[in-house]
């Protein structure tokens, strides 16, 4: 089988659908299937290189929607020497323009939404909704309506998707997501991170591992952080991530206000052994996201079997209390406040027990090497 995805970047930068990709990608060569990824990226750009397995940037593209002029035929051309297509993300030219290419074609095609159809933007962006709105009907609608079928990452995505637009038909299959597991060499990881940042060893660490972002809501934690900082002298904030639009100023201004500058790391994004490294010298990993898909950061901590504080808008929260492999707050400061306290007063052994029960949740559902079976037989019960 030859599957070709078509995403609007491969930006490491641009978070987890990106990274989801390359996790996937090594999995499913081992079963037979080869991916080829086409973006809307510059040709020359440094990502595309050395990715193990074929990708081309048909960019540039003007402006954030990222049209380009004849990219329904560019993609067509790559299409007809593959099985199956597979769009990731909506609301951008790429979406439109591989419908454009393949709604007269035998080629079949399929959508990752990506929670991009939340209803939490309907309520948060009531305007860009408005405007999203102009152009549903004659194009993401019809991509989504024509797809063999639309993968969701969890059955909370799937029921928030219908709430969006009262215009929706999709045939719906919740597919799952996943991570890889961790490379095993903890020492060497942690060795390399205390060199990078020698003011975390000793600390116990809260680990925020994403975009700086508005929808992430790092400025709750910065909050609620301030608020129990002075319970645990040794506690400690990294934060890793890069700063997408200009927001770390902003949060280090408030840290400093609140008292809490020397108790918060920020680590910029980390790659490789420094990631990991991160993940291993954490206590508690913590995403207080005001919307969120899947979260592959949390996967990643569950891989390592590190125990998770999740905002209840993560859509795999229901997941992590059924497992009891972390805790999960409302969306507001003073329940992430208390879900601190909450943390800080548990047992070591009930801490203990929590990251192996972290660790087996992992195993069991967002292990990418069981997602991608079960995504092959997606793929091959819908295209027959």
Not at 185 to 204: D, I, M, V, Y
Not at 252 to 258: C, S, V
Not at 271 to 299: D, R, T, Y
Request: proline share 5%; glycine share 8%.
């Amino acid at each position: 089988m030859k599957i070709l995805r078509v995403i609007r970047t491969l930006d490491p930068a641009s978070g987890g659908m990106a990274e989801g990709i390359r996790q996937i990608a090594p999995n499913l060569k081992k079963h037979g299937v080869s991916t080829t990824v086409i973006c809307l990226d510059p040709p020359g750009s440094d990502w595309l290189v050395n990715q193990g397995f074929d990708c081309y940037g048909l960019g540039p593209v003007a402006g954030e929607y990222g049209y380009r002029r004849g990219l329904p035929t560019r993609i067509h051309k790559h299409a007809q020497h593959h099985d199956i297509v597979i769009i990731d993300g909506i609301w951008h030219h790429h979406a439109f323009a591989t419908w454009r290419a393949l709604h007269k074609t035998s080629i079949p095609y399929f959508v990752y939404p990506h929670g991009m159809l939340d209803s939490w933007f309907k309520r948060t962006y009531p305007l860009k909704h408005l405007k999203k709105w102009l152009y549903w009907p004659w194009a993401d609608y019809r991509v989504l309506r024509d797809a063999r079928a639309v993968l969701f990452t969890s059955n909370q995505e799937r029921i928030s998707a219908r709430e969006s637009f009262w215009l929706y038909k999709a045939t719906e299959i919740v597919s799952g997501y996943g991570t890889s597991p961790p490379p095993i060499n903890t020492a060497s990881q942690l060795k390399l991170l205390f060199e990078r940042f020698p003011q975390l060893q000793g600390k116990r660490i809260i680990l925020f591992m994403g975009r700086i972002h508005p929808k992430k809501g790092v400025d709750n934690l910065i909050e609620a952080f301030g608020q129990v900082a002075n319970n645990e002298n040794r506690l400690h904030l990294l934060i890793a991530g890069p700063d997408e639009v200009g927001l770390k100023l902003k949060l280090k201004q408030r840290a400093d206000a609140l008292g809490i500058a020397e108790h918060v790391t920020w680590a910029g994004m980390l790659h490789g052994g420094l990631k990991w490294g991160a993940f291993s010298c954490a206590e508690l990993f913590c995403l207080p996201s005001h919307q969120e898909n899947f979260g592959v950061a949390v996967a990643e901590a569950l891989a390592c079997g590190l125990p998770v504080a999740i905002s209840a808008p993560v859509n795999i929260s229901l997941e992590v209390l059924e497992a009891n492999a972390g805790l999960v707050f409302h969306d507001n400061i003073i329940s992430l406040k208390n879900c601190l306290l909450q943390w800080l007063a548990i047992r070591d052994t009930d801490r203990t027990k929590m990251g192996l029960n972290a660790r087996q949740l992992f195993v069991n559902q967002f292990d990418m090497a069981s997602v991608c079976i079960k995504l092959i037989s997606i793929l091959e019960n819908h295209t027959k």
